[in-house]
C-alpha cells in the first residue's frame, strides 16, 4: 500500500509509546521473583493465510485496523514485534511456532520461524512443523524436511495441529512423526480441542486427544505436549478436558499446555481459565504443565493472558514453587535447556 | 414486512422530517455566514458557497455546498477512511434552526459504500445526517453531527444448468454510524480551522476505534 | 457427521426478485459480488464392500479435488455434506461453487452404529471409500462408489 508506511509507523508509535525504558523480565508472585517462557506464540506473513482465514481475522480486528489487517498483523507477526510483546509482559524467553495448514489457519515455514528466532535466538526458541496434505506421496520427504529443520536449523521440537492439518489422531499412517520426534529427543506440542478457524475439522477424531492414545502408548520415549487442554473453542467449554487430564496421570510422556482458553475471547467470564487450573493441580498434574498463550494476537494479548493465568493459578492455591514450575522449569527441564534466572 | 422494505420506508419518513418545510428555520437573527459555522452548523445562505476538507486517522473528507432559496443547501461530499473506505455522496440539507447562537441542520445523502480489501464491499448508501453547531464567542463554535447510513449489498448468483444460466440478484442491508465532536475557529472572514473527534459505529465490527481529524473550511459569495 | 464449516461471507438478505428492475441501472456493475454456481447433478450408488451391512445411514461429503494457489495450494477443499439412508443408488442435486477450487471428490462412510463419528473409540469399525469425478466440470455425473477402507478419512485416500 502507497499508504502504508505512515500507518505503520503510526501503530508503532502507539504501541510503543511507553516502552521506551527497557523491561524488566519476570514477575513477581507473592514477593517472589519468577522467570517465564511462553512457550506457545505465531510469527507470520499475513500473504501465507488463505482468504477465508484473512477474512475471519480483520473481521475480528477494531475498527478501522480491519481496513488494514495486513499491516496491523505486520506491527506484531514478526520476531521484533513479538519481542516487544514479550517485554511488556516480562517474559524471559518465548517459543515460535512453524505451522502449515494451508487450507485453514496458513503457512508460518520452517525457515520463516528460523529467521525469526534468529532476531534474538537467547531469548526465541522455534518448534518445526511439516505438511501432511499429500502424505501418500510425500510423507518420506516431510518427514527428511522436518529432521533437518530440527537437527540443522536448531528446532527444539515440533508442532502439530490434526483440527487444521486435517488428519486424524489415531491414523497410524502419521506415526513416523512421533518416532522422528522421540529419536532425536524433541517434544511434540499438538492442538487439542475445536478450533474457531474456518474450515477446521471439528470431529473428535480430530480434536480429542483420547484418540492419540495409541500413539503415546506406542511411543514412550516422545514427549506429548496436549496443547489448548481439549478446549471447545466454538462453544467455550471445558471440552475434553477429563481426557487430556486422565492421559497426563496415566503416560508419563504426557504434558499439558492451557494456552487461548483462558483468553478474553475465549473465556469472557474468567470462569473456565480457573477451573482449568485448579484442576491440573487436583490431579497432582502441576509438574506436567507448561505455560503459553497462543499469541501475540493483538497488542497486550500476551501479558494480558499471563495475568489471567497467574490469577486462576494463585485463586487455586498454587505456592510460589507450583507457579515457578508451571512458568519457566518444567519448560527448560523438557526441552533440557538452561535454567532461567529472574 | 420485509426487513428491507422496512428500513426504506423508515428512511424516507426521516429524510421527510429532515426537508420538511415546516422544520424551517426562523426568520431573524442566526449565526454569523462564516464558512466555518456553515460547514458544521450547516447550510449556507443563498448565493454563499462553502467548502472544507480534513485529514486525519482514519477519516479524510471533502465537502463542497452552494446555498440556494428557501434554506435549501444542495453539496457533494467524498469521504474515505485510510483510502479502504470510500464513501461519495451527493446531498441536501436543510436548516431547521437558526437562531444567534445555534444552528441545527439536517442533512440527506445518497451515494455509494465501496470497500477494498479481504472485507471488501459495495453498494448503494444513503445516510441521515444532523448537525448542530452553537456560538460560544466572536471565533469558537463547537459543533456535533451524527450521521447514520444504510448501504445495501447487491450479490448476483449466475446458476449454470445443463440447459442454461439463470440469474438471480439478493439484497443486504448493512448499517454503520458516525459520531464527530469538535470545535472550530475563525481564522479570517473567509477561511475556518477545526479539530474533531470521531466516534465510528460499523455494521459487523464489535470495536472501533475513535478517530480524529484537523479541517479547513473556505467560501464566500461568487 | 462430518461438520467441517465454511466461513461465507456476504449478504444475508431474502431472496429478492424484484431489484432485477435495479439491473437496467446498476448495470450489476453496482453488485457487490457475483457468485457462479455450476449445477451438477450427481447419480449413482454407493456400496458397502461384501460382508458388511446393508443397512446404516451413509454420510457423503463432497470436496473441491484442489484449491489455492502457490504454497497455499492443497486438496480436499471441503463443499458440502449430505446423507442418504442406505448403501445403495442415490441422486443429489449440487451447487458448485466455481470460486473454490477445481475438480470434485466424493467421500463416503457408513455410519454403522448411528454415533456420527467415523470409528469412534471403542465402537465398531467403520468402512470409508472415495472417488474423485473425471472429467469435470460436468452437469450429469455417474458414481459407483465402494466402501472397503476401514477407518479411512477423506485425507487418507486422496491424493491417492
Not at chain 1, 507448561?290 to 493483538?298: T, V
Not at chain 2, 486525519?56 to 432559496?69: D, I, K, M, N, T
Not at chain 3, 477450487?101 to 470409508?128: H, M, P
Request: aromatic residues 8%; glycine residues 10%; hydrophobic residues 40%.
Amino acid at each position: 500500500m502507497r499508504h502504508s508506511w505512515p500507518v505503520i509507523g503510526l501503530l508503532s508509535l502507539l504501541m510503543n509509546a511507553c516502552s521506551s525504558e527497557p523491561a524488566e523480565l519476570g514477575i513477581y508472585v507473592q514477593g517472589q521473583h519468577l522467570a517465564v517462557v511462553d512457550m506457545h506464540l505465531h510469527p507470520g506473513e499475513w500473504s501465507q493465510i488463505p482468504p477465508d482465514t484473512q477474512a475471519f481475522l480483520a473481521s475480528r480486528f477494531p475498527f478501522p485496523l480491519n481496513l488494514i489487517p495486513e499491516i496491523a498483523a505486520s506491527v506484531t507477526l514478526s520476531g521484533e514485534g513479538i519481542l516487544g510483546e514479550m517485554d511488556k509482559a516480562g517474559i524471559h524467553a518465548g517459543v515460535l511456532f512453524a505451522v502449515y495448514a494451508p487450507q485453514t489457519v496458513g503457512i508460518a515455514s520452517n525457515e520463516l520461524v528460523g529467521e525469526q528466532v534468529a532476531v534474538d535466538p537467547e531469548r526465541l526458541y522455534g518448534l518445526a512443523s511439516l505438511r501432511v496434505d499429500r502424505w501418500n506421496t510425500d510423507a518420506d520427504l516431510e518427514l527428511q524436511r522436518l529432521e533437518e529443520a530440527i537437527t540443522t536449523y536448531g528446532m527444539i521440537g515440533v508442532k502439530l495441529a490434526h483440527a487444521h492439518m486435517h488428519f486424524r489422531m489415531d491414523d497410524a499412517r502419521y506415526f513416523g512423526i512421533y518416532e522422528l520426534a522421540g529419536r532425536l529427543g524433541a517434544p511434540v506440542y499438538l492442538h487439542t480441542g475445536t478450533s474457531p478457524f474456518p474450515g477446521t475439522s471439528r470431529e473428535p477424531p480430530y480434536t480429542d486427544p483420547a484418540y492419540l492414545e495409541d500413539a503415546i502408548a506406542q511411543y514412550p520415549e516422545t514427549v506429548f505436549i496436549l496443547g489448548h487442554l481439549g478446549y471447545d473453542f466454538e462453544n467455550h467449554a471445558l471440552g475434553t478436558l477429563e481426557h487430556c487430564l486422565r492421559l497426563a496421570r496415566d503416560y508419563p510422556n504426557v504434558y499439558l499446555e492451557p494456552s487461548a482458553l483462558g483468553s478474553v475471547g475465549s473465556d469472557p467470564e474468567s470462569v473456565n481459565l480457573p477451573k482449568v487450573m485448579k484442576a491440573i493441580r487436583d490431579a497432582g498434574l502441576v509438574d506436567r504443565t507448561l505455560y503459553g498463550s497462543d499469541g501475540p494476537q493483538s497488542p497486550g494479548f500476551v501479558n494480558t493472558y499471563l495475568q489471567r493465568t497467574v490469577t486462576a493459578m494463585t485463586a487455586s492455591g498454587y505456592t510460589v514453587n507450583e507457579v515457578r514450575a508451571v512458568l519457566a522449569d518444567n519448560f527448560t527441564r523438557i526441552f533440557h535447556l538452561p535454567a532461567i534466572q529472574p | 414486512m420485509h426487513r428491507c422494505t422496512g428500513r426504506l420506508l423508515v428512511f424516507l419518513a426521516g429524510a421527510g422530517f429532515v426537508l420538511h418545510p415546516t422544520v424551517r428555520a426562523a426568520e431573524g437573527a442566526s449565526l454569523p455566514e462564516h464558512p466555518a459555522f456553515d460547514m458544521h452548523g450547516g447550510g449556507s445562505k443563498p448565493g454563499s458557497w462553502a467548502g472544507g476538507m480534513q485529514a486525519g486517522f482514519p477519516w479524510q473528507a471533502v465537502h463542497l455546498q452552494y446555498g440556494l432559496e428557501d434554506g435549501w443547501t444542495p453539496f457533494v461530499e467524498v469521504s474515505s477512511a485510510l483510502l479502504q473506505r470510500n464513501e461519495p455522496s451527493i446531498g441536501l440539507a436543510l436548516r431547521w434552526v437558526d437562531r444567534p447562537r445555534v444552528r441545527v441542520t439536517g442533512e440527506v445523502l445518497l451515494g455509494w459504500q465501496v470497500q477494498t480489501g479481504v472485507l471488501a464491499h459495495s453498494g448503494p448508501s444513503m445516510a441521515l445526517r444532523v448537525r448542530a453547531a452553537a456560538w460560544v464567542g466572536r471565533r469558537i463554535m463547537p459543533y456535533t453531527a451524527w450521521t447514520t447510513r444504510h448501504t445495501l449489498l447487491i450479490d448476483r448468483t449466475a446458476l449454470e444448468t445443463a440447459s442454461g444460466t439463470e440469474t438471480s440478484l439478493t439484497a443486504g442491508p448493512r448499517w454503520d454510524a458516525l459520531g464527530v465532536v469538535g470545535v472550530a475557529f475563525v481564522l479570517s472572514p473567509r477561511v475556518g480551522l477545526e479539530l474533531g473527534v470521531e466516534y465510528p459505529r460499523t455494521d459487523g465490527s464489535t470495536v472501533t476505534l475513535p478517530g480524529v481529524h484537523l479541517g479547513l473550511q473556505f467560501g464566500g459569495r461568487p | 457427521m462430518s461438520s467441517r464449516s465454511r466461513a461465507v461471507l456476504g449478504s444475508t438478505g431474502v431472496r429478492a426478485r424484484q431489484w432485477l428492475w435495479a439491473l437496467p441501472l446498476l448495470g450489476c456493475s453496482g453488485c457487490n459480488q457475483t457468485i457462479e454456481i455450476y449445477q451438477v447433478e450427481l447419480n449413482g450408488a454407493v456400496q458397502a464392500t461384501a460382508g458388511s451391512p446393508a443397512t446404516g445411514p451413509v454420510s457423503v461429503e463432497l470436496f473441491h479435488a484442489s484449491s489455492g494457489e502457490g504454497e497455499l495450494a492443497h486438496p480436499l477443499e471441503f463443499i458440502e455434506q449430505f446423507q442418504i439412508e442406505t448403501p445403495g443408488e442415490f441422486n443429489h442435486t449440487l451447487n458448485y461453487p466455481t470460486t473454490g477450487g477445481d475438480g470434485l471428490v466424493i467421500y463416503a462412510w457408513q455410519d454403522r452404529d448411528g454415533d456420527g463419528v467415523l470409528c469412534a473409540l471403542g465402537r465398531e469399525v467403520e468402512l470409508a471409500g472415495l472417488v474423485e469425478v473425471t472429467p469435470f466440470p460436468v452437469h450429469e455425473v455417474e458414481i459407483d462408489l465402494l466402501m472397503d477402507q476401514p477407518c479411512a478419512g477423506p485425507e487418507a485416500m486422496f491424493p491417492p
